[in-house]
């Protein structure tokens, strides 16, 4: 059983533009609202590629309304906490010149009360099945202290789960004292952790920091490097995969794609260098989809037979 923790999730709204003027009008094309939010899209992958999981955590108000009928139009079981104040509108926008450019509103509040009855929700959850899988990812919403992710990795693995682990700042710096059992930093984010001055320009400084923090206790490592690919390391192995070049229409979700092709893989019993390589094709494939939309299982399939793996 898989059970994707998203707190702050949002209603995306990606769009294009040949250029953004600031300070001047601009005018979109292509504009696309989906469920958004790093967990959420965690579940809309695994759905894609045939496979099951929960989506929970905080929704409210219309918003939150249309991304649960969403999910559960794609098939997608919800279990969410209904909070008083409504999710949060997204805007990012895709330009010729720029890049994606993003508009994040800040999540809404969480009460004690309302992070307590999640919080429930989930210890419900590990005591129900050994060895179920929770993937805790994106960022808090306000009042929720960034100690949460640290506290609930270390419940769910006492009770037998595997933790998953991909956020940022200090809830990251303090979940890792958890030892999660998976995590995936992107390369800015691996900065962020080991500070401005720490060199990691090759192949062979990335994979000493990963290892440093596999030796600090954590499981595996995904590092996301966007076109310059991405490396996978364990405990007893390493690979280094080169960005597939495909046609982009957005990099939004990519990273997401990436975690939850590996959860699925690895609920299926695929081996290391297995979930590696469908984690590659189905990051690939996300590119390829507009907005936060996840690639269909024969995009993924037919992007397999180009992922490159170098131990």
Avoid: W
């Avoid at 129900?128 to 990795?153: C, H, M, Q, W």
């Avoid at 710096?173 to 930093?185: G, M, S, V, Y």
């Amino acid at each position: 059983m898989i059970i994707t923790v998203t707190m702050n999730p949002a209603a995306d709204k990606t769009a294009e533009t040949d250029s953004i003027k600031v300070g001047g009008l601009n005018r979109l094309r292509n504009v696309v609202i989906d469920a958004g939010g790093k967990g959420i899209n965690v579940s809309k992958t695994i759905a894609a590629l045939g496979g099951l999981s929960i989506a929970t955590g905080f929704i409210g108000g219309s918003a939150g309304a249309d991304i649960e009928h969403s999910l559960q139009c794609l098939g997608i079981t919800t279990d969410f906490v209904e909070i008083r104040r409504p999710t949060r509108t997204n805007l990012k926008v895709l330009s010729c010149d720029s890049g994606v450019t993003e508009f994040n509103e800040p999540g809404s509040a969480v009460t004690p009360d309302e992070m307590k009855s999640l919080e429930e929700k989930l210890l419900d959850y590990a005591d129900a099945e050994s060895g179920a899988t929770f993937i805790f990812s994106g960022s808090l919403p306000d009042g929720v202290n960034p100690d949460v992710y640290k506290r609930l990795i270390e419940a769910v693995r006492k009770k037998g789960s595997f933790a998953f682990l991909d956020s940022d700042g200090e809830a990251f710096r303090q979940a890792l004292t958890a030892n999660p059992d998976f995590i995936k930093p992107n390369i800015s984010e691996l900065q962020q952790y080991f500070g401005e001055n720490t060199i990691i320009h090759t192949i062979n400084e990335q994979t000493r920091l990963c290892n440093m923090l596999i030796e600090g206790g954590v499981g595996s490592i995904a590092l996301s490097m966007g076109e310059r690919g991405a490396l996978f390391v364990s405990r007893e192995e390493a690979f280094y995969a080169p960005a597939i070049c495909v046609k982009a229409k957005s990099t939004v979700g990519a990273g997401d794609a990436m975690v939850g092709a590996l959860a699925y893989a690895f609920e299926k019993g695929m081996d290391f260098r297995g979930a590696a390589k469908l984690a590659v094709a189905a990051s690939a494939g996300a590119v390829m989809t507009d907005g936060t939309r996840p690639p269909g299982i024969d995009t993924v399939t037919d992007l397999l037979e180009r992922v490159e793996l170098t131990p």
